[in-house]
Each structure stands twice: as structure tokens, then as C-alpha cells.
């Protein structure tokens, strides 16, 4: 209205101009009023200018997918698009965005939104009149338990990644099917991690496919330095006598054969002869002794309390050179070539029998 009455006394103070430039020069003046109105009306009203800047304000909208099953995240306008971890976006003051989630497979299900109103499974709509921050949460749509079971004399703790496992006797989780978790022992201070059993084996990581319910069981042993002899076994041939030896122990821990001997089959002393031999799991040992020479009675095996049975002197016997065939003896020397070079074979093939025993004692 206040322009329009300005718009009238200006015109009225020119009745005498001709048609032509009055027109003009109505034209001019309404443009120049009217420009002198609008920034009058700017000055009187801050907020009309501070409204023109605000109109490119922008705020920041995070997206966070979290969850042990898969999933993403997009917005209408692809500027959030597939976010599977942590996301963000900047968008104008007061737009609307719209976000919906797709699953990565079958073997996970979306659970919902949740922040700035957000809930449920159906689409989450933020209006960015701030910053703005969105969670959506995935779960497996079917899954497998992994039961841990310690066992052992010692102690120690099991983790899982994915997060799950976390124990030191025993515990269970949940897991994606088809998912793959692998879990990791660690001894406790004064324990050893002896290896895996069940559904894992070795002594490093166990390394799982969800195919299926798992039972794994690590075993903690207290160590020890002295292993358990359960038996020994004695045997002779040639000129050794060889010990077969059941014994257990944790890993690392020894014990000590001993070779005895008697003159007379019934008194028996110690001897030099002794080794030393590191277990590294429950399983038989096979050493053998080289005998002195001459022979004695009868030998037997001792480690700790545990003794073999004595073995007889007679069922030991060094290696003989083959005779020579005598001078008188009238044979082709083909003939005599071919058994005394069969001769030296056999006996040197004897000899490279035990000497390769021995050397794997």
C-alpha cells in the first residue's frame, strides 16, 4: 500500500508530460521507488537477509550399520549409498531424507533403525534441520552355537573374533550360519596351551566354517619337568639292545633311560650308558643301546621305578665277517665270485641296518 501511494503523488506531479515520455518516466520512477522500498524494508527486517543466508546452510547425516549379521544403507539421492560400516552426508537445512536397508544374503535380516525417531523395519525418514545420526542393526537369520569347553590341569582364556567367545572354563555363542570365527587361546601365567580338540586341532589359531553346531576344547596343562613312565619293553639283536618305552608327560618334560647289566643275570649295576629324552605329547619311545663288548649276562632297562625284563646275553651277539672259502676247495671262480661277493653283501647290508638304527636312536 505504501508504494502504491508513493506510486500516485509521483504521477501527479507531472500532468503536463507528453504521453510518450510520461511513460517513460513513469517506468523510471516506479523502478527506482520500488528499488528504494525493497531495501528500505531490508533495513527495517534483519531477518529477511539473515533468511536469504540461511537458505544454504548444510548439516551432516551419519549412518551406521552395525550387527553381526550384513547389511547397507542408501539414501533416495545416493549420497549415502551402500553403507555397510559408518557413512555420513551433508544435506541442505530442512530436507527430508528417506533411508532403506538391503541385507548382504539370506544368512542376515535387518532388526531395525533406531536414533532421531527412527524404528522399526520399514523406512527411516530424518528431516536435516541438524545434525543428524541413524543406526541400523543386522542379525544372522540363522545361526550355529560354538560351545568352549576347557579341560587340562592348567588354565586359560579363549576369544572369538567375531566377538562372542570370551572365557576361561567354558562358554557359548551364537554365530551366523555359513560364518566363519576363528578363536584364539592364551595361557594363563604358570600354564601352557597344549593344543585344540573336538572340532579344532594343532596348537594355533582354530579357524571355524558355521556349517554346523561346533564343540571345541582347548587344553591349559600346569607344566612339570618330570613325564610319567608307564613301560618299558627290552629287546636284543646283533649288539643292541633296544628299549621301547611308553611314558606321558606336558610338553617339555624329560626323563632318563639307563642301561643295566650282570654278570650272573640277578645282580644288576648301573651303567654309562643313560639318555636323556624331552616329551613333547603322550606317545612310545624307541632307543637303543649299543652293547660293551664282551657281553655280559643279561641286560635290563630302567627309568625311575620302572624296570624292564632282563635280556639274556645269548640273544645278543656282535656281527661276523663271512669265512673265506677255503684254498682246497676246487670251485669254477664264477661260483666263487658269486657267493663270496653275495656274502659281503649281506653282511654289509647287515651292518648298514644297525648302523642306521643307531643312528636314529
Request: hydrophobic share 40%; glycine share 10%; charged share 15%.
Amino acid at each position: 500500500m505504501t508504494a502504491s501511494l508513493r506510486f500516485t503523488r509521483a504521477v501527479s506531479t507531472w500532468p503536463a508530460l507528453a504521453p510518450r515520455a510520461g511513460v517513460k518516466a513513469l517506468a523510471c520512477l516506479i523502478v527506482a521507488t520500488g528499488s528504494l522500498l525493497l531495501a528500505g524494508a531490508a533495513d527495517a527486517h534483519p531477518s529477511l537477509a539473515a533468511g536469504q543466508a540461511a537458505a544454504t546452510t548444510t548439516h551432516t547425516l551419519t549412518v551406521t550399520v552395525t550387527g553381526s549379521g550384513s547389511g547397507r544403507v542408501s539414501d533416495f539421492d545416493n549420497k549415502i549409498y551402500l553403507c555397510r560400516t559408518t557413512c555420513t552426508a551433508e544435506y541442505t537445512t530442512g530436507t527430508r531424507v528417506s533411508l532403506f536397508w538391503g541385507a548382504e544374503s539370506a544368512a542376515s535380516v535387518f532388526t531395525g533403525w533406531s536414533g532421531e525417531g527412527c524404528s522399526g523395519t520399514l523406512l527411516c525418514e530424518v528431516t536435516m534441520d541438524q545434525d543428524r545420526s541413524v543406526t541400523a542393526t543386522f542379525a544372522p537369520a540363522v545361526t550355529y552355537t560354538v560351545n568352549v569347553i576347557t579341560i587340562g590341569s592348567g588354565s586359560g582364556t579363549v576369544t572369538s573374533e567375531p566377538a562372542g567367545i570370551d572365557c576361561g572354563e567354558s562358554c557359548s555363542a551364537a554365530f551366523g550360519v555359513g560364518s566363519s570365527v576363528t578363536l584364539d587361546a592364551v595361557a594363563d601365567p604358570g600354564s601352557v596351551f597344549a593344543g585344540w580338540s573336538e572340532d579344532c586341532s594343532g596348537d594355533g589359531t582354530c579357524d571355524l566354517l558355521m556349517d554346523g553346531p561346533k564343540l571345541v576344547e582347548p587344553i591349559f596343562r600346569a607344566p612339570s619337568t618330570a613325564a610319567t613312565v608307564d613301560g618299558i619293553g627290552a629287546s636284543c639283536a646283533g649288539d643292541d639292545v633296544t628299549a621301547t618305552v611308553t611314558a606321558h608327560g606336558d610338553p617339555g618334560s624329560t626323563f632318563t633311560l639307563t642301561l643295566q647289566e650282570s654278570d650272573d643275570g640277578t645282580t644288576f649295576t648301573d651303567t654309562q650308558q643313560s639318555v636323556a629324552i624331552s616329551v613333547t605329547e603322550a606317545f612310545s619311545y624307541s632307543h637303543a643301546f649299543v652293547l660293551p663288548l664282551p657281553l655280559a649276562a643279561s641286560y635290563r632297562v630302567v627309568s625311575g621305578d620302572v624296570t624292564s625284563e632282563p635280556v639274556p646275553a645269548s640273544g645278543c651277539a656282535p656281527g661276523t665277517e663271512v669265512p673265506e672259502a677255503p684254498a682246497a676247495m676246487l670251485l669254477p671262480l664264477s661260483l666263487v665270485a658269486l657267493f663270496g661277493f653275495a656274502g659281503g653283501v649281506l653282511y654289509v647290508r647287515r651292518r648298514a641296518v644297525e648302523s642306521t638304527r643307531r643312528m636314529a636312536s
